[in-house]
């Protein structure tokens, strides 16, 4: 999933006043955080390298160290930590290291292929990106007009309100990621736009990857918040 993973992390922020929010939203979509790293390491080299290349369906790169699932225990292990230290709350460090098992257990629908450990070990999940991409992006649409649904339902029976504005912008976000993965699922802009063969020299797919994601969760952290309080 791209843009599903941070509905989750709007959920559990419901159940804490601190400003919890950018923890959540970031451990949300750790593993794919950490895929961009392992990216630039060398060890998950994600192809195509051009962005204008690039679809879903036939971006190939081996998310063995991020993805896999027995990294996951450590990833897990280490929001945990994070989270207890960070914030002196046990229950946020169990909540964050939730939203990193959520993760991988979404994934297993809808995404990339994962595998237990490396390419040559047994394959968890459905790998949908490469053989359904559109039922995968049909699922993870679903998914986030429901939790949207639950999260809003959940500030309602707590007595916070939002105006149509807010609720349009926040809801907006999820509706341009799920319009954005179609437009890539398989069909390149290249294509799409009939842009002429050239190189860049650089890869350019990560870098691209790395600003919608920040981007994304810069905006949830700043249009989240704005909420009035509960009535006394």
Known sequence: MMAGHYTTALLANLKYPRKTLLYFLIVSQLQDLLWFVFHYLGLEVTEPADVFDATLSE????????????PQAFWVALVFIVGKIAFRSTQIGLMGAGLVVGHALLDFFSGHPHYIFGLESHEFGLGLYASNVFLA??????????TLWIFFKKENAMHITRTPKNKAAIIGLFVFGIVFMCTIATTSFRQWLGIPEFSFGINTNVPTLILT????????????????????
Do not use: C, R
Not at 59 to 70: A, K
Not at 137 to 146: K, L, T
């Open 213 to 232: 994601y920040a981007g994304m969760i810069l905006y949830l952290n700043h249009f989240v918040p704005k909420k009035e309080t509960p009535q006394a």
């Open 137 to 146: 992006i049909g699922i993870e649409a679903v998914f986030a007009a429901f």
């Open 59 to 70: 971006m190939t790169v081996n998310m063995m160290y991020s993805h896999d699932l027995i």
